[in-house]
């Protein structure tokens, strides 16, 4: 269970990583403009 629960948490922390990348990019690229 336990091992379980830090695989959700871990692959959470990835998508909120990859997103906040993303949107640093797209906020970047406005910026230029």
């Known amino acids: ?3 379980m ?3 959700v948490i871990k692959s ?3 998508i ?3 997103t ?3 949107i640093k990019i ?3 690229g ?3 403009h």
């Open 12 to 14: 959470i922390k990835n």
């Open 5 to 7: 629960f830090t695989e």
């Open 1 to 3: 269970m336990k091992e």
């Open 26 to 28: 797209l906020v970047t």
């Open 20 to 22: 906040l990348l993303e």
């Open 16 to 18: 909120l990583l990859k």
């Open 30 to 32: 406005l910026w230029k």
